[in-house]
C-alpha cells in the first residue's frame, strides 16, 4: 500500500541483519517524532540533531560492518553516507527561514526520497553481496506490502517477480549461462509490454508526473540490455549477484518510490 506523504516504517524495508534493521527503524522513528515540537522551535532543532546525531552513529557501524565483509564498493558507499548527512545539515540551517510545515515537508522528502532509496538501493546492494545463491531466490517473493490495489498493475508486478525468480531457479546442469540468457529475454519483454501498459493508465489519468516516469522506465530497459551485454564477461556466480542487485533495484526499488506514487496522485496527494 503506498504510503504517500507520511513517515512509515514497513517490513519490506527489512535487508536480514537485526542490528542494521534495528538502526534503520530507529531513523524512522526519530524522524516521526518530530511533529510533537510543531510549537516549539528549539525542540523542532533538538529533534533535528538528534536525527543527524543518530544516523551518524549509524553510518559508523554500517561502514564497519561492510568493512569486515571487506565490501568492494565501500569509498562509494561512504561518500553517499556523507550526501545524506549533509542534506540533514541543510535542514537544520534553514529552519530560521521556513515555518513548522516547510521544515517537516523537508524531513518527509528526506525519509520517503533519500533515506528508503539509500537503504533499498545501496543497503541493499551489501545484503546481495553477502547473500548465497539460496537466499538470492528467496528475494524474489510477492508481498502484499508491495501491493499498489490496482488490479493491472499489480498483476503485471506479480508477473515480473514470477520471471525474475526462475532466474534462480535452474538447474545447473543445464547451461545455466544459457538459461539466464532466456530468463533476462523473457523479463526484458514482459517489463517493456507492462511499462506501456502503465504509461497508457498514467496518461488517461494525467499523471503530472508522467515524463519523468517514462524516463525512468526507459532508463530500466538500457540497464537490463547493459547487463545482458555482460553475460560473456562474467562467472556465474559473479553474474548471479549483479543480476539480483539489478533486478531488486528495477521491480521493488521501483514498485515502492515510484509506482507508488501513481497512488498517491489518485488520493489527491500533491506530489510537487
Known amino acids: 500500500m503506498a504510503k504517500c506523504n507520511s513517515i512509515e516504517w514497513s517490513n519490506v524495508y527489512l535487508l536480514g541483519d537485526e542490528k542494521i534493521d534495528a538502526e534503520h527503524k530507529k531513523l524512522f522513528d526519530l524522524a516521526l517524532a518530530i511533529p510533537t515540537y510543531r510549537d516549539s522551535p528549539r525542540g523542532i532543532e533538538n529533534a533535528i540533531q538528534e536525527l543527524i546525531r543518530y544516523t551518524k552513529f549509524h553510518f559508523t557501524n554500517e561502514e564497519l560492518y561492510m568493512r569486515s ?46 533515506l ?65 540468457r532466456k530468463i533476462i529475454r523473457e523479463l526484458n519483454e514482459y517489463m517493456q509490454a507492462h511499462f506501456m501498459r502503465e504509461e497508457e493508465y498514467m496518461d488517461s489519468i494525467e499523471f503530472p508526473l508522467l515524463q519523468e516516469h517514462k524516463n525512468i522506465h ?46 498517491c496522485f489518485l488520493r489527491g496527494i500533491d506530489l510537487r
Open 69 to 114: 565483509l571487506e565490501y568492494v564498493h565501500l569509498s562509494e558507499h561512504q561518500a553517499k553516507h556523507k550526501v545524506l548527512i549533509a542534506k540533514l545539515q541543510a535542514i537544520i540551517a534553514d529552519l530560521a527561514h521556513k515555518n513548522f510545515e516547510q521544515t517537516y515537508t523537508s524531513v518527509l522528502r528526506f525519509v520517503n526520497q533519500d
Open 218 to 263: 526507459l532508463n530500466i530497459i538500457s540497464q537490463i540490455h547493459e547487463l545482458y551485454s555482460k553475460i560473456p564477461l562474467m562467472s556465474l556466480q559473479q553474474f548471479e549477484k549483479e543480476l539480483l542487485s539489478s533486478i531488486d533495484i528495477w521491480l521493488v526499488n521501483h514498485i515502492l518510490n515510484e509506482d507508488q506514487k501513481i497512488i
Open 116 to 180: 528508503i532509496h539509500h537503504i533499498m538501493v545501496e543497503d541493499k546492494k551489501v545484503q546481495h553481496f553477502r547473500r548465497n545463491k539460496l537466499g538470492m531466490r528467496t528475494m524474489f517473493t510477492w508481498r502484499k506490502e508491495y501491493m499498489l490495489c490496482h488490479d493491472m498493475i499489480d498483476k503485471d508486478h506479480q508477473e515480473l517477480f514470477n520471471i525474475a525468480y526462475r532466474a534462480f531457479s535452474h538447474d545447473e546442469s543445464k547451461l545455466p549461462k544459457e538459461y539466464v
